[in-house]
């Protein structure tokens, strides 16, 4: 029986692929075969086995490890064997993801391939940068490529999925997850994300060195209250359309494979039973055909939100609402089934779920060949190679930031004494970052081998820890502890720093110290950090300060007191070799930042693009007005701010016409010189003014930018195109809007930019 349905299905699909060879019509004629066949394969599963296509275990080795019965005895081992598993999460390597796929194939009724997943979040086994570090370099092909060779090695590993990218815009660095995505800027985010689903997913999702990338966490994650991790979030329908959703839409016009539910609530209703979110707006609005997966058990957690009474309720309500795979929840396998039957839901909102995921399981090429993910020699020549750790080096010296340089003391020259002092200077691990896959650990390159290998011979240079920076386990799973009290290696780097010409302090926080599960409430230095930094100060003030973070820090002191400060983030596998050679001149930098740094933790949410209010700031001596008493509205840092060795002047904006109409654009032109002796680059960034609107506008916003490639000396001119999109906005009810009137463009280095002329729309 069971050789019987299997033959059946091959042999459907056998005859469709005839039929398209003799009839090719290209992409439509492509998507209309699979059409056919999903349907042909959805007409012979009965309903139990349509469930299990909507069901996803995190399964291991137990499964598949030779001698091991633990596994088999288990009841998740006969859910897999009778088809009521459709995905695999967390099970890796060709030699487990064959020996299940076989299990399944060979031993469920129909013999429906699994999708395997992982979490591949900036790499594989090479680490890239964490994702708010590539994030700063702005060069958009970079980050296609890292994704893609996150994905060529995920593929070569067995694996057919990776939630990824996420794409929250989040504006509070108290949330750990802001490692994981690309800052505050909702057309950034939404450029940047198209240019990782690219990579992860090419033009082809069934070439063996693609993998289906998820949108992720739809929607609102980013604005969890207080920067908690999976907390409430209260935001009005405008701040929703505008920055919230953009890049999602992006997504879906990059035909992302998946998209994947928040845990928060969003306007009282938890993101997987949203039906505003899933429906109105994902399925109906952006007419999205993919699959819709929750997050790891976020269905079961509709009970703790206290909107279903048991799980059988939460499974009612996230089906009917979208979401279609059930993360670990054990929500629909043991529910949807009697839904049906008792008529509480009508089967084809099933079937038009697995309808997606069957779509995409042919559209990696899974029903033809179920084992194509699973070669070992591709395994072992993709899987961490030299190319890709040179790939992750160049990505890495993109993504550092100068953010303040005073006497130009780098790039460094003539210091023949250097002191290296910081828990983080031999740390082989931190560089790797959270969320770091299969990377081996302490692989890195730390930031004393890069300075040992980049430095000249005749460079004496000298190390101390300084400081302990966290006490035990270092490791996802168990917070770290902090070390708030043993002091006993400040000495040892005092007296270090005393005899060297130069402290390089490298400090920040651990790999674990943020991502998920990571908030913290002070985002200044952890620990005794900041204290060693302010006793070797007082010694030796020639210090460069070396940041290894994954969020924005407070750095207000560091930076009235520190004359070089060097943002070096997680820069993945060749971190050290990167920051090296950045300090002795040899990588210019060029990153700018994607998020704010604040100076004081009370400014948090801060961002650049925010409203006006009715009270701004407009003269000196104002008491009542938007504002803090004790500390300056604006950011340390602000978006889009970055230094680097060359010095750039900006000419007076020039427009093609002082006013448009919908049917036509404005050229806006300058020219950007590098004045200095040194070649660099340099990211011109275009930002907006909406000087009257009927909702309430903010005070600019990015619409386009360019990363030049300027010679010392070279003075290059730069034209963007001012279109009606850049122009338009949503409104709360979710209606675009383009409003004749007013409006200044601004073009320069950073969002506090003053370089504008004023246009209109007519």
Same mark, same amino acid.
């Given at each position: ?20 060879? +003799? ?8 998507? +209309? ?9 959805? @007409? ?80 594989? %086994? ?14 958009? &092909? ?77 929607? *609102?994650? *980013? ?6 991790? !999976?907390?409430?979030? #209260? ?25 994947? #539910? ?66 670990? *929840? ?45 070669? =070992?020699?591709?395994?072992? &020549?993709?899987?961490?190679?030299? /190319?890709?750790?040179?790939? +992750? &080096? ?54 004393? &081998? ?29 917070? /770290?502890?902090?070390? =708030? ?6 000495? =040892? ?36 950090? %900041? ?8 010694? #030796? ?45 040899? #990588? ?7 998020? @704010? ?9 801060? !961002? ?8 701004? @700031? ?30 750039? =002047? !900006? ?33 011109? /960034? ?20 360019? %990363? ?21 906005? !949503? ?32």
């Amino acid at each position: 029986m069971i050789r019987f349905f299997w033959n059946f299905i091959w042999i459907s699909i056998a005859l469709t692929f005839l039929n398209s060879c +003799s009839n090719p019509q290209g992409e439509s004629k492509s998507r +209309s075969i699979i059409e056919t066949r999903v349907d042909s394969v959805l @007409s012979l599963m009965t309903l139990e086995e349509k469930v299990g296509q909507l069901n996803q275990y995190s399964l291991g080795s137990e499964f598949t490890g030779p001698g091991n019965k633990k596994g088999q005895d288990s009841i998740r081992y006969q859910q897999l064997i009778s088809g009521q598993v459709g995905s695999v999460l967390n099970l890796l390597g060709t030699a487990n993801t064959r020996k299940m796929q076989e299990l399944v194939v060979k031993n469920s009724r129909l013999g429906i391939p699994l999708l395997f997943a992982y979490d591949v979040i900036h790499g594989y %086994k090479t680490m890239f940068p964490i994702p708010l570090a590539e994030s700063s370099s702005w060069n958009l &092909e970079l980050m296609q490529k890292t994704a893609q060779a996150a994905g060529a090695e995920a593929a070569a590993s067995g694996l057919h999925w990776t939630f990824a990218p996420m794409i929250d815009v989040t504006v509070d660095a108290r949330w750990g997850r802001v490692m994981e995505g690309a800052g505050e800027d909702p057309y950034l985010q939404s450029e940047i994300a198209k240019a990782r689903i690219r990579g992860f997913q090419g033009n082809d999702l069934s070439h063996n060195k693609t993998i289906a990338a998820t949108a992720k966490h739809f929607a *609102g994650y *980013g604005f969890a209250e207080s920067g908690k991790d !999976y907390n409430t979030v #209260n935001i009005n329908q405008y701040i929703l359309h505008n920055h919230i959703l953009p890049p999602f839409k992006a997504a879906v016009e990059a035909n992302v494979a998946s998209f994947m #539910n928040a845990f928060n609530d969003i306007n009282a209703v938890p993101a997987t039973a949203n039906k505003y979110l899933l429906q109105d707006i994902l399925r109906e609005e952006w007419g999205y055909d993919g699959v819709v997966v929750s997050d790891w058990n976020s269905i079961g957690e509709l009970v703790n939100h206290r909107v279903s009474p048991d799980l059988r309720d939460a499974a009612k309500k996230a089906i009917i609402a979208g979401s279609e795979i059930d993360m670990e *929840g054990n929500a629909y396998v043991q529910n949807l089934s009697d839904l049906v039957e008792n008529g509480e839901i009508d089967e084809a909102l099933i079937n038009d779920a697995v309808r997606h995921v069957l779509r995409l399981k042919f559209e990696l090429g899974l029903f033809e060949d179920p084992y194509k993910y699973s070669d =070992e020699k591709r395994e072992k &020549e993709i899987v961490g190679n030299q /190319q890709h750790h040179e790939l +992750s &080096e160049q990505m890495a010296k993109e993504s550092i930031v100068l953010l303040k340089n005073d006497r130009n003391i780098l790039p460094l020259k003539n210091f023949k004494t250097i002191a290296v002092i910081g828990p983080l200077a031999k740390d082989k691990d931190t560089p790797l970052g959270n969320w770091r896959a299969q990377a081996v650990e302490n692989s890195a390159v730390s930031l004393y &081998e890069g300075l040992e290998k980049a430095l000249p011979s005749d460079t004496k240079l000298n190390y101390a820890e300084g400081v302990k920076l966290s006490i035990g386990p270092n490791n996802f799973f168990q917070e /770290q502890v902090i070390n =708030e009290e043993d002091r006993s290696g400040f000495q =040892e780097a005092k007296l270090l720093a005393q005899n060297s010409d130069l402290v390089i302090m490298a400090l920040g926080e651990t790999a674990y110290m943020s991502g998920e599960g990571r908030s913290r409430a002070n985002i200044g230095l952890p620990g005794l950090q %900041k204290e060693l930094l302010k006793e070797i100060e007082a010694i #030796n003030p020639n210090i460069v300060l070396v940041l290894m973070n994954g969020r924005p820090l407070e750095l207000t002191w560091e930076n009235e007191h520190i004359p070089v400060i060097l943002e070096a983030w997680h820069l993945g596998q060749r971190a050290g070799t990167a920051i090296a050679e950045t300090l002795i001149g040899k #990588n210019n930098p060029s990153g700018k930042l994607t998020m @704010s740094f604040p100076r004081h933790v009370g400014q948090l949410p801060i !961002y650049y693009n925010h409203k006006t209010t009715g009270r701004p @700031s407009t003269a000196p001596g104002q008491v009542f007005y938007s504002h803090h008493t004790d500390v300056d509205n604006s950011p340390l840092y602000p978006f889009g701010y970055g230094l680097s060795y060359s010095e750039f =002047e !900006y000419s007076e904006v020039e427009l093609s016409q002082k006013s448009m109409t919908e049917e036509d654009s404005i050229t806006v032109s300058l020219s950007v010189t590098n004045i200095s002796e040194i070649d660099g680059q340099e990211i011109v /960034q275009l930002y907006i003014q909406d000087l009257v609107a009927e909702e309430t506008p903010p005070v600019k916003s990015l619409k386009a930018f360019q %990363k030049l490639k300027i010679k010392a000396g070279e003075s290059v001119k730069i034209n963007f195109t001012i279109q009606k999109d850049m122009l338009s906005y !949503y409104k709360s009810n979710g209606e675009v809007a383009l409003e004749k009137g007013k409006f200044k463009v601004y073009v320069g280095a950073n969002s506090t930019v003053q370089n504008h002329k004023e246009f209109s729309l007519k």
